[in-house]
């Protein structure tokens, strides 16, 4: 069963925009984590934020910021005023506290235009 | 701090040839992770070291892939013989600590297969 869903194949946003990337999980743990990775051209992957179960609070981080909403089982992230070297794909991961995994989406393509 | 190494960077081979990739770890990190991320998907895993011990290999296709990590440092990755599927980027991870949820992972930049 497909642990994390990333609708979003690919957006593309023209510069100065807000975006906002989505991504739902799939759990049947009470203590789990989820996590959002930056992979630009270059191949390696960044990680960006780590979230558990327990902590609903929403973080900002300069322009980035995310929205975990366990009613609907999301953990969305916005980049605000969009730059180019925000152009990257995108992963959403969970982590489950049984077993030591992590559970990748299938990524969001986004190309920030100048 | 150096990252994660990887070599080759990029590597072509014809199908049923053998392949090997090598990931040096950042220094002090015991868990190390091999990733196949496979285009257009996330990465999967396929197995993991502690120190020179295998965690977890189930995902491991074991009738083809094998990796081994024999000083608790570097590891290597093997495919023989490679088949077309196989085509993907094999990424290299290590953690400091084994509860990787305390923490993500600090990944290289991986080798690109391709399997012709």
């Not at chain 1, 609708?7 to 925009?17: D, G, L, R, W, Y």
């Not at chain 1, 009470?30 to 780590?50: A, C, D, H, M, N």
């Not at chain 1, 925000?86 to 992590?102: H, I, K, P, R, W």
């Not at chain 2, 950042?26 to 285009?39: E, K, P, R, V």
């Amino acid at each position: 069963a497909q642990k994390v869903t990333q609708a979003q194949t690919e957006i593309s946003v023209v510069e100065k925009e807000d975006v906002t990337l989505d991504c739902v999980y799939e759990t049947r743990d009470t203590t789990y984590y989820l996590f959002w990775y930056k992979q630009p051209p270059s191949g390696e992957l960044v990680f960006l934020i780590r979230r558990n179960s327990f902590d609903e609070q929403n973080e900002i981080s300069g322009r980035y910021s995310w929205n975990f909403q366990k009613s609907t089982s999301s953990f969305n992230f916005t980049i605000t005023a969009s730059q180019v070297v925000d152009s990257a794909v995108y992963f959403c991961a969970l982590s489950e506290a049984t077993g030591n995994q992590f559970y990748f989406g299938t990524g969001t393509s986004l190309t920030v235009i100048p | 701090e150096a990252g994660v190494a990887q070599s080759p960077r990029y590597k072509i081979i014809e199908k049923r040839q053998s392949v090997a990739f090598w990931c040096n770890p950042i220094s002090g990190h015991a868990t190390l992770y091999w990733y196949q991320q496979i285009l257009g998907q996330g990465p999967k895993l396929l197995i993991q070291f502690q120190n020179n011990g295998v965690v977890d290999d189930s995902q491991l296709p074991k009738d083809r892939f094998s990796a081994e990590r024999l000083k608790g440092v570097d590891s290597t990755l093997k495919i023989q013989p490679a088949k077309l599927e196989d085509s993907a980027v094999y990424l290299c991870a290590s953690s400091l600590v084994v509860d990787l949820r305390r923490d993500g992972y600090t990944f290289g930049s991986g080798t690109r297969l391709t399997v012709v």
